[in-house]
C-alpha cells in the first residue's frame, strides 16, 4: 500500500525593477508556462493515485471476502451429485425418525422416561443426521391391581403402534403388551368368580342357619294337642 501526501507549493517569479525603469506589457511578471503545466499534472497525478489506492483496497477487501466465504464452506470444495444424493437421503430419514419417536412420546404421555434418544450420522456436508431412535416407556405392572394394569396394558400398546410404519421392535412391544392385558384380564375374572363363591358360600351358610334356626323354633314352639273330656 502506498501513501501518498499531497502538498501545495507557490510558484513565485519577479524581477527587480529601478524607478526609472519602465515596465511594459512584455516585461510584465510572467509564469513559465512549462511550471504552470508541471503544476496541473502534479495534481492530476496525485488525484490518480489515490483513486489506484482506493481501488487496490477495496480489491483486497473483495478477496478478503471471498476467502472468508470459501472456508465457511463444506471442507472449501462443492459437492458431488452423489453426495447431494446422499445428503437428501438423510435428510428425509432424519424428518422421519423424529416424527416416527414423536409418535410414541405423544401416546405413551407419562408413561415415557424422558425424551426420545436418537443415533447420528454425519453427512457431506458435515450437519449430524438422525438415522435411529428409541423412546424408554415404563411397562411394568400396577402391583395388586389388575384393572389399573390392564389400562396400562391398553396405552402401552397404543403408544407402540402409534407411527405410520411401526418397527419391529414396535410390534414386539405391543404383543408384549397385549400379554400383560390378557394377564390381567384373567387376574380380574379370577377375583369375579372368587368373590362370587365367597358371596355364595356365605349366602349358602345364612341360608343354613336360618333353616336351622327356623327348624329350632318350630320344634320348641310345638305343644301337643290336649283332649277336653267331659262328663
Known sequence: MLAITATNQTLVSGYGLSITDKQTPEQAPLVPPAEESDKINGNKKQADNKQAVNSSSKDKESDKTEQSEKKEGPENSELSPAEQRQIQKLASRDREVRAHEQAHLSAAGGLAKGSANFQY?????????????????????????????????SKIRAAALAPAQPSAQDVAVAGRASQMAAEARAQI????????????????????????AYQENTEEGQQQPELALYA
Open 121 to 153: 450420522v454425519k453427512g457431506p456436508d458435515g450437519k449430524q443426521y438422525a438415522v435411529g431412535g428409541d423412546v424408554t416407556i415404563d411397562a411394568s405392572e400396577v402391583a395388586g391391581d389388575p384393572e389399573a394394569t390392564l389400562r396400562k396394558a
Open 189 to 212: 375374572n379370577a377375583e369375579a368368580v372368587q368373590a362370587l363363591a365367597e358371596s355364595a358360600s356365605q349366602n349358602n351358610t345364612r341360608g343354613e342357619a336360618a333353616v336351622k
